[in-house]
């Protein structure tokens, strides 16, 4: 659950990430004429940030007890290792609530220790994006929720079986119904997304740097920053990467311009290309959303490049067919870390305790026969 | 971290874990004359008890700001899974927080999906064990806490690793020359590990009905409970499981009277033989801490029982000679639940953001080889 102030909205706390470093951050070494190329002064830029970005407002509380009833469910799924098979993995496995939704790792190790077709998304500002996944094959993040837990690459497990593990703890029967209160039966898969989908809606991250610079305060972006932005927008990468999440809404191709290699778009993933069959959407890929970007490697579908300059200095060749110059991409980066918004409270949930009635994990039998 | 109230103790809150039915506990129905057999009064068998057991109390609030800044460093080291060779494991992973301070599992899953030998032990309370591990190996938290970071079948990782790690993001220099302000190189495995201990330390689960009881809440146990404790004294269990942990302390050959079959107790795992190589200490184990027992299944250091009753007959049989009847074990067992405390409550740290100087996370790449 999320930790809640006296207002009934959740806490935040400042991501670990360095701040702008303040002595940057001097207006009066700004020059009035001109903040970045073409905007004089930091109203001109914000007017122009405004027409293609939106700042991330707190979580608001639950509108009522029904409500707060699914958050606080959802979260206890969330954390609960006995969604998988193996009783290993839980959702935080992967979009760690301390790591910036993610779990730093090019692509994330599943069950048996498979290796994961692509990297983790975060779960952080998820509800802003159109569609879930690099492919964009779930509609919300209810539908998302329902589909690592029956991977085998992932949790491995069943939707009978989660019902049957749910069922068996008398806390989790309790608090389906007090979730799910008209449902002649509380406890159903559908619920259980709907319970994750509802907590993660309380993972957002307001307060980025860019969101207080575009609210007014000018100092809360630093000289580099801004003309960052400025790049950020002329030189096209606003184009796809949009909107409140600065992307997750709309479908590119990876490699408009020109394919990059195959250790960072690996030939046997098309993308979203296996969503639609259509060729069109060969290589087509979500367009990533940049919030917490900077706290967020390794970066593409892939997990292939762990240095952010790295990964601009790609999408920049493959989307825009631009070389951008060193310094550019330090601005661009510069600007990025402004993306960094304060980080949820979230405290660790009490999980309910097995019953005689609770299905067994079992981490090691199937891949035992799977390796005869 | 663990949150404070005002007064600087952590909070806790109650183990998801059904409460004894307070139906049953109504002293008016227990006669008089004979609160359990051999005992007239709570008064008689609360006096007995207290010469064995000790209650457990609230975690103290900091003694100083560098405990304070050690217990916050502690907990993100715990939470860490940077801190193991493939990025996927922490403290956390094998000592859930949420689930009595284990992973519910017979043996732990480790790098590369390997099993582990013994059952991982809670966590919670496990400062007043008087050493750590199953064979006591080590003498204290810090000690323990060096153990599976480096074990191959655990964390796979390296001291010097874990130091670079650590050094290569300047949050963590910070909190370490915070929680270590006198020492001339703060970010060391010692001081790693003297952090998690320190954090461990504050997870303790005052509040049980048995400590209740035993300070005057007559209440605080049902009469079955009570009987339960009568036998718990009287057939021999308290001589090994007793103390503020009921048990945690002494070593005892698993089998005093009867081995039990190998499922039970492997042939391979000797046990302190393997720390002391004494021949008398074949088989030999610490006595386990009883505490949360009923939220912490499975049972033995196999982790192969996972129905409480069934631990309590194979004990008695086992450690006692005694074949027990089931209303007996049925009321040790009822008795054991009145060991659950109030569960801790955490607050997921925030861990700070890698560097490009921070080790790439190598879940695969060593397991591979392996495999060749």
């Not at 470093?21 to 970045?36: K, L």
């Not at 910036?100 to 802003?128: C, E, I, M």
Request: aromatic fraction near 8%; hydrophobic fraction near 40%; include cysteine.
């Amino acid at each position: 659950m999320v930790l809640a102030q006296q207002d009934g909205t959740p806490e935040q706390q400042p991501a670990q990430e360095e701040a702008p470093d303040q002595a940057e951050v001097t207006p009066a070494e700004v020059t009035p004429a001109e903040i970045a190329p073409g905007y004089a002064t930091d109203e001109d830029l914000r007017q122009a940030a405004q027409d293609l970005f939106d700042v991330i407002l707190p979580a608001a509380p639950p509108t009522d007890e029904v409500h707060a009833a699914q958050r606080d469910l959802g979260a206890m799924l969330f954390f609960d290792p006995r969604m998988s098979s193996s009783g290993l993995f839980s959702c935080q496995s992967c979009h760690n609530v301390g790591m910036g939704g993610v779990d730093a790792l090019p692509t994330s190790v599943g069950h048996g220790w498979q290796k994961g077709p692509r990297n983790a998304p975060t779960v952080y500002n998820a509800l802003f994006n159109g569609a879930q996944f690099w492919d964009g094959r779930a509609a919300d993040l209810a539908e998302q929720a329902m589909g690592p837990v029956q991977a085998a690459v992932e949790m491995n497990n069943t939707p009978d079986q989660v019902v049957t593990t749910l069922e068996s703890m008398k806390e989790y029967l309790d608090a389906f119904g007090e979730a799910f209160p008209d449902e002649a039966e509380p406890v159903s898969f559908a619920n259980f997304a709907t319970a994750i989908a509802e907590f993660e809606e309380t993972l957002v991250t307001p307060g980025a740097g860019f969101d207080r610079w575009l609210t007014g305060d000018d100092a809360a972006m630093s000289d580099e920053q801004k003309r960052g932005l400025a790049l950020f927008m002329d030189s096209g990468c606003a184009g796809c990467h949009n909107g409140v999440n600065f992307g997750g809404h709309d479908y590119y191709p990876f490699g408009v311009v020109e394919r990059p290699g195959a250790e960072v778009l690996p030939e046997g993933d098309r993308g979203r290309f296996a969503v639609t069959e259509t060729a069109s959407d060969d290589y087509v890929f979500r367009a990533a959303p940049l919030r917490n970007v900077a706290i967020t490697a390794p970066y593409f579908h892939s997990g292939a490049v762990w240095s952010l300059p790295e990964a601009v200095d790609i999408m920049a060749n493959a989307q825009l067919g631009t070389e951008l110059a060193e310094a550019d991409i330090g601005a661009i980066v510069a600007f990025l870390h402004s993306l960094t918004g304060e980080q949820p409270r979230v405290e660790h949930p009490v999980l309910p305790a097995r019953t005689e009635a609770t299905p067994l994990p079992n981490p090691f039998d199937d891949i035992m026969e799977q390796s005869r």
